[in-house]
């Protein structure tokens, strides 16, 4: 009698590398937002003559020390665009799983472009600077301003995305979550926008919430792999 021959399973190795890329990338995402927040937020409250009711956090890109928050920008920008990948992979096949990564890809680019083109020194900051701002606005600070702008957009459409795709899956404490954080930051950037007291404040807490929410949901799904 002929022994029947069973063939041996076949591994893919490939599988679990890409699982472990994949965790890798949300990592970036997940840890971009608290980076920035942390080094901004201790440069805000060291650095002489940096009052963050009347200074951005942007404005910290200028002086002898400005090269840090440069590379915070590059950094976490960096940090966000690998994200995006490590999100696009998760979410795929979920709703707004396609739009949620490329947003998130949007304000990464805009971030790094952020700390390429370095806003104007103004209103008292660095030490020296004269109160107010500057009669002309150099084109780099044209530059910051507009790449703030696609920035925040991005990220605010990428938070109602969110709020889409957790309302769709049942979770609706997840989705509220979502867009409150855009509406902090749509908030927030509109008050600072249109001259408001304390805008710059307002901006800073509105940004850091829906950079901050979109690192946690990457931590969420960085778990469940």
């Known amino acids: ?25 949300l990592t970036c995402a997940a840890v971009a ?37 440069i590379a915070n920008f590059l950094v976490a920008g960096l940090l966000t665009v690998a994200g995006a990948t490590g999100l696009r992979r998760a979410m795929r096949g ?9 947003l998130v890809l949007v304000n990464g680019i805009g971030m790094m472009a952020a700390g390429v083109f370095v806003m104007d020194a103004a209103d008292g900051f660095p030490v020296g600077t004269p109160d107010g701002m500057p009669e002309a606005l150099t ?7 507009a790449a703030g702008s696609v920035a925040f957009i991005a990220l605010i459409a990428a938070c109602y995305v969110l709020g889409r795709h957790f309302s769709r899956s049942g979770n609706r404490g997840l989705a509220v979550a979502s867009r409150v954080a855009g509406t902090a930051l749509l908030v927030g950037d ?4 249109t001259g408001g ?4 404040l307002t901006l800073a807490v509105g940004a850091i919430t829906a950079m901050l929410w979109v690192s946690w949901v990457a931590a969420r799904y960085r778990r469940g792999f």
């Open 1 to 25: 009698m002929t022994a029947i021959q069973i063939p041996a399973a076949t591994t893919t190795p490939a599988a679990p590398a890409t699982s472990a890329t994949t965790r890798a990338l």
């Open 197 to 200: 007291a304390a805008g710059s």
């Open 190 to 193: 509109g008050w600072s926008m």
């Open 33 to 69: 937002a608290p980076l920035w927040a942390t080094v901004s937020l201790a440069q805000a409250a060291t650095r002489e003559g940096f009052d963050l009711i009347r200074h951005p956090l942007s404005a910290l890109s200028n002086g002898s020390l400005g090269w840090l928050q």
């Open 94 to 102: 979920t709703p707004g799983g396609t739009w949620t990564p490329r």
């Open 139 to 145: 084109w780099h600070s044209y530059g910051h301003m």
